[in-house]
Nanobody
């Protein structure tokens, strides 16, 4: 199984970025596809997740209303559209996949497969 994250970069506060996570190696069907991030010196934290089947997404409070998770079945790709970026959004962003239950979908420990991470830097 491979998850390939891309789309990071250096932007200014208020700008937008779209991260992509291309999945290969298995059929994810009903798995959760999540995004997590880790800022320098901090723990990895949950950002957003949704089932590959497209049910209700879940977001961290810190990104709700600014970030949108979506997927393209034909391309086997999950996206994270990030709008109104803030300096505190600066982090390495990771995509991940899990067959976990809904109550654990925000827990990084519940995710079995991880991409390599893509760096997002937001300047003030």
């Amino acid at each position: 199984v491979q998850l390939q994250a891309s789309g990071g970069g250096l932007v200014q506060a208020g700008d937008s970025l779209r991260l992509s996570c291309a999945a290969s190696g298995r059929t994810f069907r009903n798995d959760f596809m999540g995004w997590f991030r880790q800022a320098p010196g901090k723990e990895r934290e949950f950002v957003a997740t949704m089932r590959w089947s497209g049910t209700t997404p879940y977001y961290a409070d810190s990104v709700k209303g600014r970030f949108t998770i979506s997927r393209d079945n034909a391309k086997n790709t999950v996206y994270l559209q990030m709008n109104s970026l803030k300096p505190e959004d600066t982090a390495v962003y990771y995509c991940a996949a899990s067959s976990t239950i809904t109550s654990r979908a925000r827990e990084s420990a519940a995710y079995n497969y991880w991409g390599q991470g893509t760096l997002v830097t937001v300047s003030s």
